[in-house]
């Protein structure tokens, strides 16, 4: 068998989980036979947050009903995609302020109108314009409007559409009200007792795994979602003073020890951020007791005067996200933030 390939993004690398598991048996072998310490219990599962299991074959990708806006124009009749991909210069998609394209198929799918998979038939054609902090209401409405003018004159026959300033202002707004949800992120610091000591590599990489937490992505340690609806649900990341991440291969031989270890997770993104929190501090415990360490509860990077501000700076982001009519964790939440 070949080689797997990583690639390579500078200082950085993507591989396989495959890769990942090989790293850690070769480097620390029964990593996956540590005896836990602590069982860590996942949150509770919200069908609207759980999509790794639908059948990739019949998902629809279409624009986010709260982080983009969209306008859909339906076709005279059948018309092949790839020609309005190749229509579209890079100066159209300027002025049109660069939507997301998408499309829906005869049999009723809406996917991306371009990708490796693309439809070669379609009946009507989705723009989906994201709604980020840089985006501007003027700058949209303009594009949509060109936009509009640009399709009505090609032979495809699609139909005139309305471009409402007023809604987009509107979708606007709520979008920038996401963005402005405070607090993002929730954390606790461990490090030494005593000053100029660090943690023990090997223990660290021990006891991370005992309460539960996977070393990976990032070179960094997580507790992985097992329900779906994220990736992973908080993480530890570790910080020798030097590399700023573990390396198995430098562990193993006594060659890292760690300065600090910070568990964290962003709030609006996580799905049952209250649960998660309530896990994340007893992991905190675990670890603290078993490497002899102080910890600092952080809300944003700044330090607070105990645990209990962290439970109430989660519910208050957890309030404002409800008044919006959003959940944390949700779609619409993460593809903003």
Same mark, same amino acid.
């Given at each position: 068998m070949a080689d797997e390939k990583k690639i390579i993004l500078g200082d950085m690398y993507l591989a396989s989980a495959s890769h990942t598991r090989g790293r850690i048996e070769t480097a620390m072998p029964g990593t996956s036979e540590i005896a836990p310490i602590l069982k860590l219990v996942l949150p509770p599962i919200d069908p609207d947050l759980v999509s790794r299991n639908v059948d990739d074959d019949a998902r629809d990708y279409g624009p986010d009903p709260i982080a983009e806006f969209s306008l859909t124009t339906d076709a005279k009749d059948v018309f092949a995609p790839a020609a309005i991909g190749a229509a579209l210069t890079s100066d159209l998609r300027r002025d049109f302020d660069r939507p997301t394209f998408y499309v829906r198929t005869p049999s009723g799918r809406v996917t991306f109108m371009q990708s490796s998979d693309?439809?070669?038939?379609?009946?009507? /054609?989705?723009?989906?314009?994201?709604?980020?902090?840089?985006?501007? #209401? @003027? =700058?949209?409405?303009?594009? +949509?409007? $060109?936009?509009?003018?640009? /399709?009505?004159?090609?032979?495809?026959?699609?139909?005139?559409?309305? #471009? @409402? =300033?007023?809604?987009?202002? +509107?979708? $606007?707004?709520?979008?920038?009200?996401?963005?402005?949800?405070?607090?993002?992120?929730?954390?606790? #610091?461990?490090?030494?007792?005593?000053?100029?000591?660090?943690?023990?590599?090997?223990?660290?990489?021990?006891?991370?795994?005992?309460?539960?937490?996977?070393?990976?992505?990032?070179?960094?340690?997580?507790?992985?979602?097992?329900?779906?609806q994220t990736d992973y649900l908080f993480s530890a990341e570790v910080d020798d003073g030097e590399?700023?991440?573990?390396?198995?291969?430098?562990?193993?031989?006594?060659?890292?020890?760690?300065?600090?270890?910070?568990?964290?997770?962003?709030?609006?993104?996580?799905?049952?951020?209250?649960?998660?929190?309530?896990?994340?501090?007893?992991?905190?415990?675990?670890?603290?007791?078993?490497?002899?360490g102080q910890i600092a509860p952080c809300v944003d990077g700044v330090v607070v005067s105990g645990i209990e501000e962290l439970a109430s700076s989660v519910q208050k982001a957890v309030d404002e996200l409800a008044s919006i009519n959003v959940k944390p964790g949700s779609s619409s939440v993460c593809i903003l933030r």
């Amino acid at each position: 068998m070949a080689d797997e390939k990583k690639i390579i993004l500078g200082d950085m690398y993507l591989a396989s989980a495959s890769h990942t598991r090989g790293r850690i048996e070769t480097a620390m072998p029964g990593t996956s036979e540590i005896a836990p310490i602590l069982k860590l219990v996942l949150p509770p599962i919200d069908p609207d947050l759980v999509s790794r299991n639908v059948d990739d074959d019949a998902r629809d990708y279409g624009p986010d009903p709260i982080a983009e806006f969209s306008l859909t124009t339906d076709a005279k009749d059948v018309f092949a995609p790839a020609a309005i991909g190749a229509a579209l210069t890079s100066d159209l998609r300027r002025d049109f302020d660069r939507p997301t394209f998408y499309v829906r198929t005869p049999s009723g799918r809406v996917t991306f109108m371009q990708s490796s998979d693309a439809p070669s038939q379609a009946v009507a /054609l989705i723009a989906g314009w994201p709604l980020r902090e840089d985006s501007d #209401v @003027d =700058r949209l409405t303009a594009g +949509a409007e $060109h936009l509009g003018r640009w /399709l009505t004159s090609r032979p495809e026959g699609f139909s005139f559409w309305r #471009v @409402d =300033r007023t809604e987009i202002a +509107a979708r $606007h707004a709520q979008a920038r009200r996401i963005l402005s949800v405070a607090p993002d992120h929730v954390s606790i #610091v461990i490090w030494p007792k005593k000053d100029g000591d660090r943690f023990d590599g090997k223990k660290v990489w021990g006891t991370l795994h005992a309460i539960g937490l996977q070393w990976g992505d990032g070179d960094q340690f997580h507790w992985n979602d097992q329900t779906g609806q994220t990736d992973y649900l908080f993480s530890a990341e570790v910080d020798d003073g030097e590399l700023g991440y573990a390396l198995p291969e430098r562990i193993s031989v006594g060659q890292q020890h760690f300065e600090v270890i910070r568990f964290g997770f962003t709030v609006p993104r996580t799905p049952a951020p209250l649960h998660v929190l309530k896990q994340m501090i007893s992991a905190v415990q675990a670890t603290s007791l078993e490497l002899d360490g102080q910890i600092a509860p952080c809300v944003d990077g700044v330090v607070v005067s105990g645990i209990e501000e962290l439970a109430s700076s989660v519910q208050k982001a957890v309030d404002e996200l409800a008044s919006i009519n959003v959940k944390p964790g949700s779609s619409s939440v993460c593809i903003l933030r």
